[in-house]
C-alpha cells in the first residue's frame, strides 16, 4: 500500500507541475493512505463500492488500451497497415535472432517496454482481475 501511495503522490505533483521534493510526496502519500483507511473504517460498504469502481475503470481502461492499439495498427486511426505487416510477420520479424545473454535481455525489455508506461497494464489487470473478486 505504501509503494503506491507514493507512486500516486509522485503522479499527482507531477500532473500538478510541481517538483519532487521528499517532504510533499509523503505528504500526499500519507494523506492518500488514511483517507482510504478512512472510508473503509467509516463505511465497508463504500470503501468496497468504490474499491469495484476503480477495479471496472481499470479494467475498462485496459480494453481501451488493446482496442487503440488495433485501431492504430490497422490504420483507422492514423497508423498504417505496414505497421501491422511488418511486425506481426513471421518471416521478418525473427529474421537475425540473437543467441547471446545481452540479447535475451535487450528483447525482453523491448516486449516490456515497446509502448512507454505499458509495463503498467499487467498491473492494473492484476489489480481490477483481484478488486472484481474481492
Not at 521528499?22 to 468504490?50: D, M, P, Q, Y
Not at 487503440?68 to 505487416?85: T, W
Not at 545473454?101 to 483481484?130: D, H, M, P, R, W
Request: with cysteine; proline share 1%.
Amino acid at each position: 500500500m505504501a509503494g503506491n501511495a507514493i507512486v500516486f503522490a509522485e503522479s499527482v505533483l507531477n500532473a500538478a507541475g510541481r517538483p519532487l521534493n521528499n517532504a510533499e510526496v509523503r505528504g500526499v502519500a500519507v494523506a492518500v493512505a488514511t483517507s482510504a483507511c478512512l472510508l473503509h473504517a467509516g463505511s465497508r460498504k463504500w470503501g468496497i463500492r468504490v474499491n469495484n469502481a476503480f477495479g471496472i475503470l481499470k479494467l475498462a481502461i485496459l480494453v481501451l488500451m488493446f482496442i487503440l492499439g488495433v485501431a492504430y495498427a490497422s490504420g483507422r486511426i492514423g497508423g498504417s497497415d505496414k505497421v501491422a505487416s511488418e511486425n506481426l510477420n513471421v518471416h521478418t520479424s525473427l529474421k537475425s535472432p540473437s543467441s547471446t545473454t545481452y540479447g535475451y535481455l535487450e528483447a525482453f525489455l523491448a516486449i516490456l517496454f515497446s509502448i512507454g508506461g505499458f509495463n503498467q497494464a499487467n498491473y492494473v489487470s492484476v489489480l481490477a482481475v483481484t478488486d472484481l473478486l474481492c
